[in-house]
């Protein structure tokens, strides 16, 4: 049963909120307090403890993490393992599976730069071959020509990037997850600016694997994330290339054993205060209803881009039929870095999205860089009416 979305509530929990207008959420989000203090509570019983003893007593505080994050994604607690980062998550996912020379990966235009890299640093190592899907006019992905690649080259995987940093676009990771479940293809989901700030079900996307990050929409600790395993690849023996201890039993001499559940993708050390902090993220989003976060964010969003299509002198770079809490723009006669001044001015917290970021979608648009805003559902209707002031008010001058 979730509660209500009071948002003076939440903006009461949201401490600092008050004196900025926090639009980085798709970069580093504020936590909750029960967060903050659920860390500083751990690491103070480190202090006076050691680490052994606090994490023995807190077992049953740990595991609420894997807990929490399967009512979360709608799977079972033995499916989560728990991750530095969403990249720390994506690389263990990857390295999993036993690739070799002309494989076949199948992915987007615009997947994290990281995800790209990894593609590119497996191309040059193993001779795996990478196939980019096309973008339809709109910008969403070409679902046919998707198609026609998995029926042309029968790739090992196909990774797909929720929704990309460097974009407000929000892919068809579900019927691309339907594709591949018909045709027991490996997939690869990339949920970093998915999980928290809308609804994320690996039953509905069919994935085999999901990572993401605690710091962004989950309003988590920095260096905390999660990755979903299905149950197919448990079954099938996947595990990471560098598992240790944690995820395996050193059996004789020259075999060992994997874990059968998630915990097999995660290593023996872990940052137990930053792991409960993350933890009562997910349980304060779950709390709420992440469906209820899903329509306020729209909301806010909707209202904001509607605000912002108002000034002639302001270009918006998102394109797709399903747009999320990530905005770029640009100004006609004004540079990035002085857009970014003034909203700094203000107290208007945001960033700046490079072509580094998302070279393919930058050179399609033309563009070097843009600003980001990205608020969350404990911002207002008010403050997007200001942010849009703002804007107008020196751009006019």
């Known amino acids: 049963m979730s509660m209500a979305m009071d948002i003076n509530k939440i903006r009461n929990e949201t401490l600092y909120c008050e004196d900025k207008i926090f639009l980085n959420s798709a970069g580093s989000s504020l936590s909750p307090t029960v967060v903050n203090e659920a860390v500083r509570h751990f690491l103070s019983e480190e202090e006076t403890r050691g680490g052994y003893q606090v994490e023995e007593d807190r077992q049953h505080d740990i595991n609420d993490f894997y807990h929490q994050a399967a009512i979360l994604l709608n799977c079972k607690a033995e499916n989560i393992a728990f991750a530095h980062d969403a990249t720390d998550a994506y690389s263990k996912a990857l390295s999993s599976i036993p690739f070799e020379a002309g494989d076949v990966i199948i992915t987007s235009n615009d997947d994290y730069s990281s995800n790209q890299i990894q593609f590119l640093s497996l191309q040059n190592r193993y001779g795996i071959i990478l196939h980019r899907i096309n973008n339809l006019e709109n910008g969403d992905i070409d ?8 029926e042309q080259h029968r790739p090992k995987l196909v990774a797909i990037t929720h929704i990309p940093t460097n974009s407000g676009k929000v892919q068809d990771v579900k019927n691309i997850g339907e594709l591949c479940a018909d045709q027991q293809i490996i997939y690869l989901v990339d949920a970093c600016q998915s999980v928290g700030q809308l609804s994320v079900d690996v039953q509905e996307i069919k994935c085999d694997f999901l990572s993401a990050t605690g710091r962004k929409f989950l309003r988590g600790p920095r260096g905390t994330g999660l990755l979903y395993v299905s149950d197919r690849i448990l079954n099938l023996g996947y595990a990471p290339l560098f598992i240790d201890g944690r995820g395996a039993t050193w059996t004789a001499a020259n075999q060992y054993k994997p874990a059968d559940t ?7 050390e ?16 779950n709390q709420i209803g992440i469906k209820k976060i899903e329509g306020r964010n729209k909301q806010i969003m909707n209202h904001l881009r509607s605000k912002l299509a108002e000034i002639k002198e302001i ?5 797709g039929s399903q747009l999320s809490n990530i905005l770029t723009f640009r100004h006609i006669g004004l540079s990035v870095a002085d857009i970014q001044k003034i909203l700094d001015h203000h107290q208007v917290y945001c960033s700046i999205s490079t072509r580094e970021w998302g070279v393919i979608d930058f050179d399609k648009k033309g563009v070097e860089s843009v600003i980001r805003l990205s608020p969350h559902y404990f911002n207002t209707i008010e403050e997007m009416d200001r942010v849009a002031q703002i804007l107008s008010d020196v751009l006019s001058n």
């Open 143 to 150: 679902l046919d020509h998707c198609k026609l690649l998995v």
């Open 262 to 268: 998630a915990l097999r993708f995660q290593m023996w």
């Open 270 to 285: 872990a940052p137990y205060a930053m792991l409960i902090g993350l933890a009562k993220a997910i349980n304060y989003a």
């Open 315 to 319: 270009k918006m770079y998102d394109r």
